[in-house]
């Protein structure tokens, strides 16, 4: 028989393990999330304890589910499966342990951070399913500024393709995902390079990964500011998940 599913587990990626129509279909909800944008730069630790609560609430149905959008200041964060070796530069930034899966990562401004705490009990139950629509919700986004992001078999986030006058195209990552589930909640969540200083990421490998590089929208040629992406998250947040409402 194949093992039960772990509503207790650390999910770094996907997969494309999810049917198109009826896994994300089982993904929306009628239940109305919190959608919520924190001004300025927000301390890692307490978006760290401040998300872990939420999640507690909703699991145990005093809060309602909620996306949390935010910046932090310039950190690194390791995962459950971070090597240290790919800490590059230690004594760059602040380093703290997230206990989501993945490895390590960069935050800091310039760079849209969403958290999302929502009960997968109303959403299927396949927690491979839901990080592939956390993946999706990402690249639908990217979408509305004429930037095609793509999934990569092994490799950790959403990916795009730009031209490189030596090698034809070159692949660089632009969105990270690390994902954690308790007692079927979820919790950390994505991110997506707006415009931040894409020279901080120098300081670790980030996701374990040598070979490819990290863009932004910015490098892209895209000017986007953080509200167009927060409106472009927020329309494909609805037609994913479910309604959202402005907290």
Not at 103 to 121: E, F, S
Request: charged letters at 25%.
């Amino acid at each position: 028989m194949p093992a039960a599913p772990n509503p207790d587990a650390s999910h770094p990626d996907a997969g494309s393990a999810c049917a198109p129509a009826s896994g994300r279909a089982a993904l929306m909800s009628d239940r109305v999330i919190d959608w919520t944008v924190a001004p300025g730069l927000v301390p890692y630790d307490r978006a760290l304890s401040q998300m872990e609560a939420r999640a507690a609430t909703v699991a145990r149905g005093e809060a309602a589910e909620q996306i949390w959008l935010l910046e932090h200041p310039p950190l690194y964060t390791a995962g459950t499966s971070a090597n240290a070796a790919d800490l590059v530069d230690p004594d760059r930034f602040p380093v703290f342990e997230a206990g989501r899966g993945g490895q390590y990562t960069y935050h800091g401004p310039g760079q849209r951070v969403a958290y999302l705490m929502l009960d997968l009990r109303d959403r299927g139950r396949d927690v491979r399913c839901f990080v592939s629509g956390v993946e999706q919700l990402v690249i639908d986004t990217l979408a509305e500024f004429g930037v095609r992001g793509e999934r990569r078999d092994g490799r950790i986030g959403v990916w795009v393709e730009r031209p490189d006058g030596r090698a034809g195209t070159v692949e660089e990552k632009i969105a990270a995902i690390g994902i954690r589930i308790r007692r079927w909640v979820s919790f950390h969540g994505l991110s997506i390079n707006v415009a931040p200083d894409l020279s901080h990421f120098d300081g670790i490998v980030p996701c374990g990964i040598r070979d490819y590089g990290v863009t932004s929208l910015a490098a892209l040629g895209v000017d986007a500011s953080m509200a167009d992406v927060d409106a472009a998250l927020m329309r494909q947040a609805d037609r994913l998940f479910g309604p959202v409402r402005p907290t």
